[in-house]
């Protein structure tokens, strides 16, 4: 399978797909539809076809036995060493702030910007439980501090979170960073 930057793609074990934006040896790069650039090797993926549906992906006989014969391989996945100050540095960011979000926001209402703000804080907090990502921060800003109390109120809802003030030095005061703790 040959793949370019731009194409459409789908992780073979994980419910992941996004569009292939770089490309180094067998490493493809591809960015998710919520933003986030992940790496897999070229084996671990599968190109779709424009409609982006699942019925519409074509296998022969010869593509499925090559993928399931790869499958069946013990491949040993390379672990990135982690240096010890970025050891509690979040894994991942997420800016909150409106223009970051949306491309137009004249004809939002304060209660529209807040719904889609509060609605992207959960679709990303939802993420990080399943992908068990254990840190997140939220960038918020200063302001009145609405979205921050309604992302305090968003947390507590959730019973194996804990969110306290990001680290200053990085972010200043308009931040929260989220604490996930996960079953084993």
């Given at each position: 399978m040959s793949l370019k930057v731009g194409d459409k793609v789908t992780?073979?074990?994980?419910?992941?797909?996004?569009?292939?934006?770089?490309?180094?040896?067998?490493?493809v790069?591809?960015?998710?539809?919520?933003?986030?650039?992940?790496?897999?090797?070229?084996?671990?993926?599968l190109k779709m076809d424009g409609k982006d549906t699942l019925k519409s992906r074509i296998f022969s006989e010869h593509s499925f036995?090559?993928?399931?014969?790869?499958?069946?391989?013990?491949t040993k996945r390379n672990s990135v060493k982690v240096k010890p100050k970025d050891r509690n540095q979040p894994a991942m960011e997420v800016d909150l702030h409106i223009h970051k979000l949306t491309e137009n926001q004249r004809n939002l209402s304060n209660y529209d910007m807040l719904t889609l703000q509060?609605?992207?804080?959960?679709?990303?907090?939802?993420?990080?439980?399943?992908?068990?990502?254990?840190k997140i921060v939220f960038i918020h800003g200063v302001g009145e501090?609405?979205?921050?109390?309604?992302?305090?109120?968003?947390?507590?809802r959730y019973?194996?979170?804990?969110?306290?003030?990001?680290?200053?030095?990085?972010?200043?005061?308009?931040?929260?960073?989220?604490?996930?703790?996960?079953?084993?």
């Open positions: 992780v073979l074990d994980e419910a992941i797909s996004g569009r292939v934006s770089k490309i180094e040896g067998k490493t790069f591809i960015e998710t539809d919520d933003g986030f650039l992940l790496d897999f090797q070229e084996h671990e993926l036995s090559e993928v399931l014969s790869e499958k069946e391989q013990n509060l609605d992207t804080a959960k679709r990303q907090l939802e993420f990080a439980i399943s992908k068990r990502i254990q501090g609405v979205l921050k109390m309604e992302l305090e109120t968003l947390f507590s019973e194996n979170v804990k969110h306290y003030d990001a680290d200053f030095k990085k972010y200043g005061i308009g931040a929260t960073e989220v604490y996930i703790f996960q079953n084993v």
